[in-house]
């Protein structure tokens, strides 16, 4: 009540994405004080890597909280059914982003990893630095997100600016980076489709082609200089 009391009061209210415009809204904000202004990133601080033209294997990337919201025993089941070679690299500690989420979610994915038979191709690394997660990106091919919701999804702008084609779920800021099959894809959270949408990244100049398109889209819209410019521009006509 206290948080909805200050957001009508507010002069202004940004927020991060469409589809947390879309929950102000629904919260009771008017549409004339919602102002859209996403989180920046420096694109420059990301390796903008070259496709590995002697390596077969790809490196399928997850970043973020380990949490079930995110749904990662799809990611699991769908490489399970690849016939190409890969590795699954999940980057992030186990944590509950509820207090209704029942713990134990870090061992089932790896039990679930057992059963399906690929344990010794996926690599779980547990917490990591925010300053090290350049060396993880460098490392990727492909970076997959599978949430269920997000009202951002910080590593999926993170990924992009390291030059990775990205295959997600609609949410957060996936829906307005990804323009279909030419930054990635957005897939529908069936294990079947994310399994023939990560076949079509199989392709080496494919995802170089993406993933060089969707950096400078992040750079364009999401370079630090940009978003303060909108922050300024809001500041002034108040």
């Known amino acids: 009540m206290t948080f909805k009391a200050s957001a009508k009061s507010a002069d202004a209210v940004v927020v991060s994405s469409k589809l947390e415009y879309e929950d102000a809204i629904e919260f009771g904000i008017k549409k004339d004080k919602l102002h859209v202004i996403p989180m920046g990133i420096d694109v420059d601080e990301y390796m903008n890597k070259p496709v590995r033209q002697n390596e077969d294997t790809i490196n399928i990337l997850f970043v973020g909280r380990i949490a079930r919201v995110r749904r990662i025993e799809i990611l699991l089941q769908a490489v399970a059914k690849l016939s190409i070679p890969f590795h699954v690299t999940l980057v992030g500690g186990e944590e ?29 690394t547990g917490p990591v630095a925010q300053d090290e997660l350049f060396n993880w990106y460098s490392k990727g091919d492909i970076f ?34 990804i323009t279909e099959n030419e930054t990635g894809f957005l897939f529908n959270g069936k294990p079947k489709d ?45």
């Not at 390291?162 to 829906?175: D, K, N, R």
């Open 96 to 124: 509950k982003t509820s207090s209704l989420s029942r713990p134990g979610y870090l061992d089932e994915l790896n039990k679930l990893c057992k059963n399906l038979n690929i344990n010794d191709r996926v690599t779980f």
């Open 194 to 238: 994310l399994a023939d949408r990560i076949t079509q990244l199989a392709d080496h100049n494919l995802r170089k082609k993406m993933g060089d398109t969707l950096r400078e889209t992040v750079r364009n819209l999401y370079g630090w200089g940009n978003i303060i410019e909108k922050y300024l521009n809001l500041y002034q006509s108040l």
């Open 144 to 177: 997959v997100y599978p949430s269920l919701y997000e009202n951002f999804g910080q590593p999926i702008l993170e990924a992009a600016a390291a030059g990775l084609p990205i295959i997600s779920t609609p949410v957060g800021v996936a829906q307005e980076i």
